[in-house]
């Protein structure tokens, strides 16, 4: 079993910058792609982007493409999400999700760990 602890959300302006960070500790190195995922109220948790943390490829859905970076830090367990010129529409709870191989990076029943999530509020 994998433990993700997300931090780093909180409240900012539109047009506002933030990072999030998720530290994984456990059984770490029976997974090999780490994602954020986030979930508006009232909407299905859909997924935001993915590093596969061998070999550092990523993936970006359409909705954060050119806006958000995800990161990976293997040495420290870490995965990190920079969240820049962030929209109303980009508030949401913000999870951190890890699994091993899965058929593609959006298919959410791939991710078996989950962290607690971090709430992240762009006011306009």
């Known amino acids: 079993q994998v433990r993700l602890v997300e931090s780093g959300g909180g409240l900012v302006q539109a047009g506002d910058s933030l990072r999030l960070s998720c530290a994984a500790s456990?059984?770490?190195?029976?997974?090999?792609?780490m994602a954020w995922f986030r979930q508006a109220p009232g909407k299905e948790r859909a997924y935001v982007a993915g590093?596969?943390?061998?070999?550092?490829?990523?993936n970006y859905a359409d909705s954060v493409k050119g806006r958000f970076t995800i990161s990976g830090d293997n040495a420290e367990n870490m995965v990190y999400l920079q969240m820049d010129n962030l929209k109303p529409e980009d508030t949401a709870t913000y999870y951190c999700?890890?699994?091993?191989?899965?058929?593609?990076?959006?298919?959410?029943?791939?991710?078996?760990?989950w962290g607690q999530g971090t709430q992240v509020t762009v006011s306009s």
């Open positions: 999700a890890a699994a091993l191989n899965p058929p593609n990076f959006t298919w959410i029943k791939a991710y078996t760990d």
């Open positions: 456990g059984r770490t190195f029976t997974r090999n792609v």
């Open positions: 590093i596969k943390l061998s070999g550092g490829s990523t």
